[in-house]
Nanobody
């Protein structure tokens, strides 16, 4: 069982930056694939980024490539999402998720555990 708690959301102007954190409970955190998803107003929850157990393998959705960076610190049981050059269309509730080890996963159904989400609002 893994419990995930996100933090770091807030209100930022377009072009600004935010760093989201996701703290995980459980001794086996390092074995999980970790991902970030987001759900904008009246939109489906969509994949943003994910990384493997070591953090050396990452994957991003096209709209955030070059602007967002996902990373993890297994010693702290924490995964991060550094978001730069934010745009109004990045406004959403951001969720972190944990999935079983193996290949990097991009589908919601492939993740077993979810946090409660943190709101990110980007003003124009």
């Amino acid at each position: 069982q893994v419990q995930l708690v996100e933090s770091g959301g807030g209100l930022v102007q377009a072009g600004g930056s935010l760093r989201l954190s996701c703290a995980a409970s459980g001794r086996t955190f390092s074995s999980y694939i970790m991902g970030w998803f987001r759900q904008g107003p009246e939109k489906e929850r969509e994949f943003v980024a994910a990384l493997n157990w070591s953090g050396r393998s990452t994957y991003y959705t096209d709209s955030v490539k070059g602007r967002f960076t996902i990373s993890r610190d297994n010693a702290k049981n924490t995964v991060y999402l550094q978001m730069n050059s934010l745009k109004p269309e990045d406004t959403a509730v951001y969720y972190c998720a944990a999935g079983p080890s193996g290949y990097i996963k991009t589908r919601r159904s492939e993740y077993d555990y979810w946090g409660q989400g943190t709101q990110v609002t980007v003003s124009s």
